[in-house]
């Protein structure tokens, strides 16, 4: 059993470095930012915050695909209809999840 600290704790925040010159701190010294770089700031952080969505979307559709196939192979106790939806989610999610990754792989190289 894994302690709450541990590195095998699945509770703690999935973070990344992100390297780039949005992301850095920004210098008080500095002239304010005009509005262009202001947008372009925002729309870096806007797709930032995006693809850690769409991450987010495949790790739980991987989940939700692992659930559904517990439910698949529960036996009579979950009924019959639930079953084979589940299995039908068992085929269809984890392909769903890959798409996804795809995607991510062709938009953010």
Known sequence: MSKPNSPESDDRPNLRVVSSPEAEVYDLMRAPETTAE???????????????????????LLKA????????????????????????LVQDLPAKAE???????????
């Open 99 to 109: 798409t996804m990754k795809a995607i991510i792989a062709k938009s953010h190289p």
């Open 65 to 88: 695909a692992d659930m559904a196939r517990e439910i698949a192979d529960g036996g009579d106790a979950y009924p019959v209809g639930a079953r084979e939806l589940a299995h039908r």
């Open 38 to 60: 202001r947008v372009k700031r925002l729309q870096a952080e806007a797709r930032a915050l995006a693809l850690e969505q769409v991450e987010a979307l495949e790790e739980v």
